[in-house]
């Protein structure tokens, strides 16, 4: 989008087209009963996952105008990436780490100022603390791959 006004001036984005990330917090479910999320500590970045539709050619002697066909087969929801701060002993980042025991669990990416909230089945796949460097503060990576229906959102 061109910004056509002039440098004195800044558009505000209101309510309803655009919102940053401050706020948004990284959950798991730590009871099915009663039901209960826990916010993941130190987050800071969360990536939502593509959904992808697969396909299948379907391409015989006698499709129209020598064209290849296709027909969707199914879906792959994708993956949630999920970056923070590494801090050794936090207990909600060892609740994290352990959901890696090769079982789908479930975990809500709950956006700021109450827009929503995205809640997925997932199997955590990957945790990885990443590069200590001299600069940079130590962080942890999360990788999710969602393994059962869309992603809800409420």
């Keep these: 989008m061109e910004d ?8 505000i984005i209101t309510s309803g087209t655009a919102f940053s990330g401050y706020g948004l917090q990284f959950k798991y479910q730590s009871s099915p009963s009663p039901l209960t ?5 130190k987050v800071h970045k969360v990536t939502m996952p593509t959904i992808k539709i697969g396909d299948a050619e379907v391409t015989a002697m006698d499709s ?5 066909e296709f027909i ?3 879906q792959d929801n994708g993956e ?7 801090a050794p002993g936090n207990a909600s980042q060892i609740a994290l780490q352990a959901l890696a025991d090769f079982t ?7 956006l700021p100022n109450a827009l929503g909230t995205y809640t997925f089945t997932a199997i955590l796949l990957e945790w990885n603390l990443g590069t200590h460097e001299i600069t ?11 393994s059962s229906g869309l992603i809800a959102f409420a």
């Design 4 to 11: 056509t006004a002039p440098d004195n001036t800044r558009t």
């Design 37 to 41: 999320y826990l916010a993941v500590d």
């Design 64 to 68: 129209p105008n020598r064209s290849k």
């Design 72 to 74: 969707a087969t199914i």
């Design 80 to 86: 949630v990436t999920v970056q923070g701060f590494y």
């Design 104 to 110: 789908p669990h479930v975990y809500e990416v709950v």
């Design 136 to 146: 940079k503060a130590a962080e942890f990576t999360a990788k999710l791959k969602i």
